[in-house]
């Protein structure tokens, strides 16, 4: 397998399966293809959480087996030969690493294992394992081990990062725009609208009313969660569960009260992170509405990438006037390496090493009973450096713990990095704290040591995941569609003026040199939080494309309409009709009514 085609190849040499032996684990992450697999619709009565078949080609298919075993992409070998296999599911619903499940093969090799462990598992009547007590050991040792493994944490945040700032597919959403145009003149009912069409009514008449708006429902906590409160509380627009920043780029938020009038009562505004994260900046500016939250992570220049992703929460504190109570705002913050900078030049490696230092973020937290702590370690020393018999250096890692010890052990260093691997136990208690001590010893009597502190916590709940495909159409488009990011809002395209976090699109009609320009605004506000949420709740890239797709869609078809209605008009004024053609501020504010119709039509039908 070319080096080329994987983002990561990992081993564990020695994972111990509690009384049974050791076994050795490879994993590895192939990079994502540039062509994705036809989506397929799933059957109409599957269960949110329920693991659809996938169809098409897969990074990892060249390296599966045949169509009948192809989703079995963890295997089991003795002696070499496969005996036992998983399909993506362990991925997905043990790992949590939803939007790796297509890149990812594990290879578990059990020679390790004691005779009579083997020989319950190779029970002569069974053509795979033996599903007793060696094999739930087993499978619970490789899931701890695979679960909480910080780089394929980081290849799971940078997916997510890829999902969550998904631009629309311009060819899925041109089929569906120029579906709906093709549909709109093939099913109309009317050659002309309101009362330039002969007829008993006119849209003058259907429109005399006007609708009543439900105000927004919020709701703090259940009746199980705390106790009825009175006053203000606070809110964050974009309202995201996650913030997610890149080094270097500014991310701004804005942090609200609810009701709004309340926020002139403000006495005092916090913000706060917990980890606190000493190249990560908040800064804040009072606003008569809110306060505007500008986030920013300096990246140092001697940053080691492998701390990425970084994890902390956003805490926002607010005092108001009259009431006792503080009133707290929290969301996750991620922070993942750039993706325009090139990759640092590698460290020259040593014949005689100089260093040796943890790289991972600290603090170290370790979960009783939970899945294996990866603490990564750097040193400037040459691999081959510690192989051999007797090796030139070894590493040797202390535990000094007042109650249980964990077991542990280091892994070989791969171009000057390795890890140290704790396997929690069930009998550390949350509170305790456990002092770690890595030496690296040469043979000529030099040690390099360094150390961390790994703080015993409570357990995380899991996650749940579901899945729906998409589909689409295609046909020749008559106009040109254009997608504004954030960066574009300074462009005067937006009905002749700036874009806002507010404006959800435009158009600009055609001239002789070009066609009818349709403009989507990809970073609204209430997009970027629709977009946020799907991926909070774990949804497939093929479902979050579809329904991003679906969106645009349908807004370009909306300003498609409404620039008819503008044509319609003005070639009515030229005739000499009445004709009260809409303005720019008119059209403004309704492709944002519509747009956030959409929305709630998409939250609400999910």
């Given at each position: 397998?070319?080096?080329?085609?994987?983002?990561?190849?990992?081993?564990?040499?020695?994972?111990?399966?509690?009384?049974?032996?050791?076994?050795?684990?490879?994993?590895?992450?192939?990079?994502?293809?540039?062509?994705?697999?036809?989506?397929?619709?799933?059957?109409?009565?599957?269960?949110?959480?329920?693991?659809?078949?996938?169809?098409?080609?897969?990074?990892v298919?060249?390296?599966?087996?045949?169509?009948?075993?192809?989703?079995?992409?963890?295997?089991?070998?003795?002696?070499?030969q496969?005996?036992?296999?998983?399909?993506?599911?362990?991925?997905?619903?043990?790992?949590?690493?939803?939007?790796?499940?297509?890149?990812?093969?594990?290879?578990?090799?059990?020679?390790?294992?004691?005779?009579?462990?083997?020989?319950?598992?190779?029970?002569?009547?069974?053509?795979?394992?033996?599903?007793?007590?060696?094999?739930?050991?087993?499978?619970?040792r490789?899931?701890?081990?695979?679960?909480?493994?910080?780089?394929?944490?980081?290849?799971?945040?940078?997916?997510?990062?890829?999902?969550?700032?998904?631009?629309?597919?311009?060819?899925?959403?041109k089929?569906?725009?120029?579906?709906?145009?093709?549909?709109?003149?093939?099913?109309a009912?009317?050659?002309?609208?309101?009362?330039?069409?002969?007829?008993?009514?006119?849209w003058q008449?259907?429109?005399?009313?006007?609708?009543?708006?439900?105000?927004?429902?919020?709701?703090?906590?259940?009746?199980?969660?705390?106790?009825?409160?009175?006053?203000?509380?606070?809110?964050?627009?974009p309202?995201?569960?996650?913030?997610?920043?890149?080094?270097?780029?500014?991310?701004?938020?804005?942090?609200?009260?609810?009701?709004?009038?309340c926020w002139?009562?403000?006495?005092?505004?916090?913000?706060?992170?917990?980890?606190?994260?000493?190249?990560?900046?908040?800064?804040?500016?009072?606003?008569?509405?809110?306060?505007?939250?500008?986030?920013?992570?300096?990246?140092?220049?001697?940053?080691?990438?492998?701390?990425?992703?970084i994890?902390?929460?956003?805490?926002?504190?607010?005092?108001?006037?009259?009431?006792?109570?503080?009133?707290?705002?929290?969301?996750?913050?991620?922070?993942?390496?750039?993706?325009?900078?090139?990759?640092?030049?590698?460290?020259?490696?040593?014949e005689?090493?100089?260093?040796?230092?943890?790289?991972?973020?600290?603090?170290?937290k370790?979960?009783?009973?939970?899945?294996?702590?990866?603490?990564?370690?750097?040193?400037?020393?040459?691999?081959?450096?510690?192989?051999?018999?007797?090796?030139?250096?070894?590493?040797?890692?202390?535990?000094?713990?007042?109650?249980?010890?964990?077991?542990?052990?280091?892994?070989?260093?791969?171009?000057?990095?390795?890890?140290?691997?704790?396997?929690?136990?069930?009998?550390?208690k949350?509170?305790?704290?456990?002092?770690?001590?890595?030496?690296?010893?040469?043979?000529?009597?030099?040690?390099?040591?360094?150390?961390?502190?790994?703080?015993?916590?409570?357990?995380?709940?899991?996650?749940?995941?579901?899945?729906?495909?998409?589909?689409?159409?295609?046909?020749?488009?008559?106009?040109?569609?254009?997608?504004?990011?954030?960066?574009?809002?300074?462009?005067?395209?937006?009905?002749?003026?700036?874009?806002?976090?507010?404006?959800?699109?435009?158009?600009?009609?055609?001239?002789?040199?070009?066609?009818?320009?349709?403009?989507?605004?990809?970073?609204?506000?209430?997009?970027?939080?629709?977009?946020?949420?799907?991926?909070?709740?774990?949804?497939?890239?093929?479902?979050?494309?579809?329904?991003?797709n679906?969106?645009?869609?349908?807004?370009?078809?909306?300003?498609?309409?409404?620039?008819?209605?503008?044509?319609?008009?003005?070639?009515?004024?030229?005739?000499?009709?009445?004709?009260?053609?809409?303005?720019?501020?008119?059209?403004?504010?309704?492709?944002?009514?519509?747009?956030?119709?959409?929305?709630?039509?998409?939250?609400?039908?999910?």
């Amino acid at each position: 397998m070319d080096k080329a085609e994987r983002n990561l190849d990992k081993s564990f040499a020695s994972p111990t399966v509690e009384g049974y032996g050791t076994v050795t684990i490879r994993v590895v992450v192939l990079r994502k293809s540039t062509s994705e697999p036809p989506p397929e619709e799933g059957p109409a009565d599957a269960e949110p959480d329920e693991l659809l078949p996938e169809k098409g080609d897969r990074p990892v298919s060249t390296f599966l087996e045949e169509p009948k075993r192809g989703r079995q992409c963890c295997v089991f070998l003795i002696n070499g030969q496969r005996q036992h296999a998983w399909d993506y599911a362990f991925i997905v619903r043990d790992l949590g690493l939803k939007y790796l499940r297509n890149r990812m093969l594990v290879v578990v090799d059990v020679d390790g294992l004691h005779p009579e462990a083997v020989a319950e598992l190779m029970q002569g009547t069974r053509h795979q394992f033996y599903e007793g007590k060696v094999y739930e050991a087993l499978a619970a040792r490789v899931i701890a081990t695979l679960k909480d493994d910080p780089d394929l944490k980081r290849l799971e945040e940078e997916a997510e990062d890829d999902v969550s700032s998904l631009q629309a597919g311009d060819e899925a959403v041109k089929a569906q725009l120029d579906q709906l145009i093709q549909e709109h003149h093939d099913q109309a009912g009317r050659v002309l609208q309101g009362h330039s069409q002969p007829g008993d009514e006119s849209w003058q008449s259907l429109t005399d009313g006007s609708l009543s708006q439900v105000g927004d429902v919020v709701v703090a906590g259940d009746s199980s969660t705390g106790t009825p409160a009175d006053g203000p509380f606070l809110l964050m627009r974009p309202d995201v569960s996650t913030i997610r920043l890149r080094p270097d780029e500014t991310r701004r938020v804005t942090v609200s009260s609810k009701p709004e009038a309340c926020w002139s009562d403000l006495e005092n505004l916090t913000i706060a992170f917990d980890p606190p994260i000493t190249e990560l900046r908040a800064s804040h500016m009072m606003q008569i509405t809110g306060a505007e939250v500008s986030l920013t992570f300096d990246e140092p220049a001697d940053f080691d990438e492998d701390e990425y992703p970084i994890d902390t929460t956003l805490r926002a504190a607010a005092a108001f006037k009259g009431f006792a109570d503080p009133r707290l705002l929290e969301r996750r913050v991620v922070v993942n390496r750039s993706r325009t900078r090139p990759p640092k030049p590698p460290k020259p490696l040593l014949e005689v090493p100089t260093f040796l230092r943890v790289t991972s973020r600290q603090p170290i937290k370790v979960v009783p009973g939970g899945p294996d702590v990866h603490v990564k370690l750097r040193w400037d020393g040459k691999d081959e450096l510690t192989v051999g018999t007797p090796p030139l250096w070894a590493f040797d890692v202390r535990c000094e713990a007042a109650g249980a010890t964990p077991n542990f052990f280091a892994t070989s260093p791969v171009d000057g990095r390795f890890e140290v691997l704790i396997q929690s136990s069930p009998a550390l208690k949350p509170g305790e704290q456990l002092k770690f001590t890595v030496d690296a010893r040469g043979t000529d009597g030099k040690t390099l040591t360094t150390g961390f502190l790994a703080c015993v916590v409570e357990p995380v709940t899991p996650r749940r995941v579901e899945d729906k495909p998409p589909g689409g159409a295609q046909r020749r488009p008559p106009y040109q569609l254009l997608y504004i990011r954030s960066g574009d809002w300074s462009q005067e395209t937006c009905w002749d003026g700036a874009w806002t976090g507010d404006d959800s699109g435009s158009f600009e009609s055609p001239n002789e040199r070009t066609p009818l320009t349709i403009f989507v605004n990809q970073d609204m506000d209430i997009l970027v939080a629709f977009r946020d949420s799907l991926v909070a709740r774990r949804l497939a890239e093929s479902t979050i494309e579809h329904r991003v797709n679906r969106y645009t869609a349908h807004v370009a078809f909306h300003l498609y309409q409404m620039y008819l209605k503008k044509r319609e008009c003005e070639s009515g004024a030229k005739v000499g009709a009445i004709v009260d053609a809409p303005t720019d501020d008119q059209m403004r504010d309704e492709i944002r009514r519509v747009a956030n119709t959409l929305i709630k039509l998409m939250q609400v039908s999910q």
